[in-house]
């Protein structure tokens, strides 16, 4: 009952965004939002961001829209950088992260690199005030894409497929992430496609056994989640 009546607690408190038009759909602003909404989150854990950086924008008295100055300090101090590189990354807790210099470095040990435009960003570009947003945004990605390395590797997908499909035991190595990615949300396709021909055909013979959830959509090792919608 308690789970339920939290469920129900949830969606009396969810708020639907406005959904705003193409043409005056803001992509900068959005982008800077959603970056740093994850951000948050990494740093201090989804469920405990403090209030007051929940929405990192601010409205002025003139109705122009600004970055909180606490949001910005900590984008400047690195504060935010080290807590998530330092769970992201799997820092060693007796040599936490000090500074975007050690965040950079870290990732670069690891083989990626935060570029600007072709340019790689320094901790200086990520210290300039006004903020330069752009490096701070290419610092982001980076750590986003660290994150999909370590959840989202080629070796659990291909292990999590091959355990779940034993009628097509060979599968083909994705070649990096992204390809590891798509194979993923394939495979778990095909997978929902037979499932619900097989349901559908229970049906129209009139069988009474109960549904069962298959054993790859229902026990995918905190690969990824994906919705799919079916007429």
């Not at 959005?30 to 924008?57: E, H, N, Q, R």
């Not at 050690?102 to 670069?108: D, P, S, Y």
Request: overall charge negative; glycine content about 2%; aromatic content about 8%.
């Amino acid at each position: 009952m308690g789970e339920v009546q939290d469920i129900r607690d949830a969606r009396k408190t969810f708020v639907a965004p406005v959904i705003k038009s193409f043409e005056h759909y803001d992509f900068s602003r959005a982008k800077i939002c959603c970056s740093l909404t994850w951000l948050m989150a990494k740093a201090y854990g989804t469920d405990s961001v403090p209030t007051d950086l929940k929405d990192p924008f601010y409205t002025d008295q003139y109705e122009q829209e600004h970055l909180k100055p606490p949001v910005a300090s900590l984008l400047l101090s690195a504060d935010l950088y080290c807590r998530a590189g330092s769970l992201i990354l799997k820092s060693d807790a007796a040599k936490p992260l000090l500074g975007h210099d050690a965040v950079i470095q870290a990732l670069a040990q690891r083989g990626l690199y935060v570029t600007d435009q072709e340019r790689l960003v320094t901790e200086r570009d990520l210290r300039k005030r006004p903020l330069q947003m752009s490096a701070h945004l290419a610092m982001i990605d980076t750590l986003m894409m660290a994150y999909t390395v370590e959840t989202v590797s080629v070796e659990k997908v291909v292990s999590c497929i091959r355990q779940y499909s034993s009628s097509d035991p060979e599968v083909e190595t994705p070649y990096d992430t992204e390809d590891a990615v798509t194979t993923w949300i394939n495979r778990v396709n095909e997978y929902l496609k037979d499932f619900m021909a097989q349901e559908q055909r229970k049906k129209e013979t009139q069988t009474t056994e109960p549904t069962v959830m298959p054993p790859l959509l229902a026990s995918s090792p905190r690969l990824l989640s994906v919705t799919v919608n079916t007429p």
